[in-house]
């Protein structure tokens, strides 16, 4: 695993936008894997920017979320489809029938979780996957304890995970306690992953990610046996840990 160490979000944000950029722009179409909460809106800020002053385009562009709330239709304003619209979609050339999110009010949403995997691999898998971390560890919505070969499920959310989200919805009772995400093998098997951590009330977890051993209670830790990773991080972030100068 690779670290970039940075001063604040902001840089973070900058240098992963650097990343995503380089790749749009480069020869070959790009596959990109993207992440919702509060870590990547700096980014998609950015490449909003980019797009508008340097014209950057996403025509060639197919991107592929991790996950959904199930229940929540694509214009409730906590569902994924509603962000992934208010803070990047709508705002870039990509064509819409280019974007994949889980469709979290299906009627069988087994079916729908195997759609799902299958359409990564006929779109002939993730270039490039951006990844936040929750506080307990988790990647995409896969908790403590969710199986290394999983693959796209529904997951019941952690009570953890529903608090900590609990700030964009009305009560705690309104957060979804179900969600469709993709598994820990789906991710794992994109080429490319960038982990992006942020905030003082991410050092715990980045510290255990460091100085634990790869195990499913702590879902990230998996990240270590990727060929292929970056770890962005701020110096909040870090602050739990030793980081020689
Ligand atoms: N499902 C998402 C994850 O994809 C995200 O990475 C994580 C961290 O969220 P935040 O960036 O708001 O800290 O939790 C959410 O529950």
Redesign the pocket.
């Known amino acids: 695993m690779l670290l970039i160490k940075t001063k604040d979000y902001q840089q973070m944000c900058e240098r992963a936008a650097e990343i995503i950029i380089e790749k749009v722009n480069a020869a070959a179409p790009l596959k990109l894997g993207l ?6 809106k700096g980014i998609y800020r950015k490449l909003i920017e980019d797009h508008r002053n340097n014209g950057t385009s996403y025509q060639r562009v197919t991107t592929f979320n ?2 959904e709330y199930v229940g929540l239709p694509p214009h409730h304003p906590n569902s ?1 489809h509603f962000y992934m619209n208010h803070y990047l979609f709508s705002h870039i050339d990509i064509p819409e029938k280019q974007t994949h999110i889980p469709d979290g009010m299906a009627s069988d949403l087994e079916a729908e979780c195997s759609r799902y995997e299958r359409l990564i691999d006929t779109e002939g898998g993730i270039d490039l996957q951006i ?5 307990n560890g ?4 896969n908790e403590p304890g969710t199986s290394f070969l999983s693959r796209t499920h529904v997951v019941q ?1 952690d009570e953890t ?1 529903r608090r ?2 609990k700030r964009y919805f009305s009560s705690f009772a309104e957060v979804p306690t179900h ?1 469709i ?1 993709m598994g820990i093998a789906t991710i794992m098997k994109s080429s490319e992953i960038i982990l ?1 951590v942020n ?1 003082r ?2 050092a715990k977890v980045l510290r255990r990610l460091f100085e634990e051993e790869v195990n499913e209670q702590l879902p990230a830790s998996v990240l270590k046996k990727h060929p292929h990773v970056t770890i962005i991080a701020d110096e909040e972030a870090l602050s739990s840990l030793y980081v020689s100068p």
């Not at 992440?35 to 990547?40: D, F, N, Q, S």
């Not at 988790?138 to 919505?141: C, E, R, T, V, W």
């Open positions: 992440a919702t909460g509060g870590t990547p991790l996950d994924y990844l936040g971390i929750g506080l988790h990647i995409g919505f959310l995970t900590a989200n969600a995400t992006l905030g009330k991410k």
